[in-house]
């Protein structure tokens, strides 16, 4: 239900007759909203370096699934039968879209006393709520990455084989090799520098399909998600003419397009995130996925009763990913990690 604005509301300052008048109302939402999804989401024809893919639906829920290739060739001996192999369908992730509202209502007295309409602007002070939202949506499955699947909040799905986005043991499900679990996370949270940043990309690149054979992950097309307190560090470690925080001569390969760096206030320890915490992205291959199922959708309307107006919007999407693979993530913060 939404609350309503009138006099008592909004203060006496924003109201006609008084004998001193505001000369500016500053509208504080004009710098509320800060990154916007867009600029993390591939665009139409340009899904190459983007951090979620961008997918739209007409149903009530949607279901991803995978598939593996098959394994390498086998020797035939002349007249024996050809080898045969199977391929291995991988674990599901199921949307189930969420729908997100809010609303402004205001009074008959303040509509017909208020100073000029443009200067509070509802509607768009609502737009402004619903892109924070998404975008803090967005980006909470980083913040949630180290997360059981048991505690996430509604607006996140997770891959269906039961372990947070960033885990330790996620589990092949075909193996055939010995290797049967496989990790996308740092055991020890090790903190962002150039020689983990190496051992991360390193990690990328050998993780294993679900029958346990090498993937086309890692090579380039990365990008570094920070929280803004890792930002300088980042990009002196990616930027650095040479390697950074060393006296020799040793080439700075991450100058040579191999990675970009990302940072955001929406992972920062003040919006549910940690100032330590890092995520290395395959964007050509990102596992992360924004399903928009309706758009912010705006709406105004009069109470007959008492002639209130009430503003709003409502959206509806969900937030998740469809592997762990193309992922690589560390707390940062020194301390073990064993999800």
Known sequence: MSEIENRSTLGPEVIKGL?????????????????????????????FFRLFKSEKSNNARELITSKTGVGYGTITPEGEDFASDSRIVGYKTEFNFQTITKGITITLQDQLDRIVDRKLSELKDLMVSAKMTKDRDAFSVFNYAFTAQTSLPRILTYYGDGKPLASIAHPLKGSTTSTSTYSNASASGLPLTEVNLETARSALRNQLDDKGLPMNIGSSGLTLVVPVELEKKALEITNSNLKSNTANNDLNIYRDGIMTVMSTKWINAANGGSDTQWFLVDTAKSPLIFFDRNPITTSVYRTDSNKNITTDYYMRYQVGNDTWRALWASLGAGASYTG
């Open 19 to 47: 004998t001193a008048k505001v000369y500016k109302l500053k509208n504080q939402a004009d710098q509320a909203y800060s990154l916007a999804i867009d600029s993390a989401l591939g665009v139409e024809n340009n899904n």
